[in-house]
């Protein structure tokens, strides 16, 4: 699992989310990859206590999905979950924090599914959806 983690202030974490949305949405669409964004939980919140049961009213987290299912990526706004626990601080409060997750070998499973195997042909794909040939 790739991420990419920003600290700092509310504001800050959610531009860094939405940017990443965003690239990752257009990244799959350049690719020809269908990604399904859907709202997903995550597991260190205890399962019965308040954070968890906020996350499903105001959801913090979204992965995108695979045809099949498999979630390639996820954007996640931990909000200041990390910075209270772990003591982390942005302008003497505690800071927010939120991550966008890349599944590289999930990238690779539904790149191979795309291209039919052929990872030469993925990889090309890639490298000019990237910007890069």
Not at 103 to 129: I, K, N, S, Y
Request: hydrophobic share 40%; with cysteine; charged share 25%.
């Amino acid at each position: 699992m790739r991420e990419i983690v920003c600290v700092g202030s509310a504001e800050a974490v959610r531009a860094h989310l939405d940017r990443h949305q965003e690239r990752i949405a257009s990244f799959g669409t350049a690719l020809g990859l269908t990604l399904d964004r859907r709202p997903a939980t995550d597991p260190f919140f205890e399962k019965e206590g308040p954070r968890s049961v906020m996350q499903l009213l105001a959801p913090a987290k979204d992965e995108y999905l695979h045809t099949d299912g498999t979630a390639v990526a996820s954007t996640n706004n931990h909000r200041n979950f990390f910075g209270e626990r772990r003591a982390i601080r942005h302008e003497g409060r505690p800071a927010f924090t939120g991550c966008v997750a890349f599944g590289l070998e999930r990238w690779v499973h539904a790149l191979g599914d795309l291209f039919e195997g052929d990872l030469a042909a993925a990889h090309r794909a890639v490298r000019q959806a990237g910007g890069r040939t």
